[in-house]
């Protein structure tokens, strides 16, 4: 039984760097720099498909990109909490016979770093997430990376995330999905993108999960 975990907005909460180097990236291209609150939906989406939304010429996304990632590297990806009761979860699956796989759309360059800092890269057999050149960045595409790479089968699988995309993709790719309500997407999000259930707490993560490999 394979578990995919999104990382963003599921295991830890990074808004603080995602949205500080969002702003970061806006300001140094003279562009107008929304405040933090108004930049919830940027959780979750490839960089890609985020900044043509806030700039007022997108082809300068190659260029905010690079800026954000220059924020993110130099400190910006440790600016994040891991959320309460997900260590317990993690281990509850692996206790249950799960293989856990990480599958992010944040770059794989980032991702492990994060999850090493956070003292949760172990709990994981595979850390998969997308290209510095923008290849994965779709989510489907990522999931498909997965399933091709891991063996996974995707009658024995579900993916866990708390956004639309992770829900979408895994359907694309056969996948059941739990969607989880402490990140940035909405029951009403996760619903209409047709999760197979809705979890409201990491302390019910596990058995939910479960539940969908019987």
Not at 173 to 197: M, R
């Amino acid at each position: 039984m394979d578990v995919l975990v999104d990382l963003d907005g599921t295991l830890i909460d990074p808004k603080p760097g995602i949205i500080g180097s969002i702003q970061y990236a806006l300001r140094r291209l003279g562009a107008p720099v929304p405040q933090a609150e108004e930049l919830g939906w940027a959780i979750g989406p490839p960089l890609r498909a985020t900044f043509p939304r806030l700039l007022d010429d997108p082809r300068a996304t190659e260029d905010a990109v690079s800026l954000y990632r220059e924020s993110y590297r130099n400190g910006a990806m440790f600016d994040a909490i891991v959320y309460d009761g997900v260590v317990e979860a993690l281990d509850d699956l692996s206790g249950s016979g799960c293989r856990l796989i990480v599958a992010t759309s944040k770059p794989h360059v980032f991702a492990r770093p994060v999850l090493e800092h956070f003292g949760l890269a172990g709990r994981f057999s595979a850390v998969h997430g997308a290209e510095l050149d923008g290849r994965n960045d779709s989510k489907i595409d990522l999931l498909a990376h997965v399933v091709a790479c891991e063996g996974v089968v995707p009658s024995r699988a579900v993916m866990i995330g708390d956004r639309e995309f992770d829900v979408v993709a895994a359907a694309r790719n056969g996948i059941q999905a739990v969607g989880v309500t402490w990140g940035y997407g909405s029951v009403a999000e996760l619903q209409t993108a047709g999760a197979a259930a809705i979890c409201e707490a990491p302390s019910s993560l596990a058995r939910t999960a479960l539940s969908l490999l019987v």
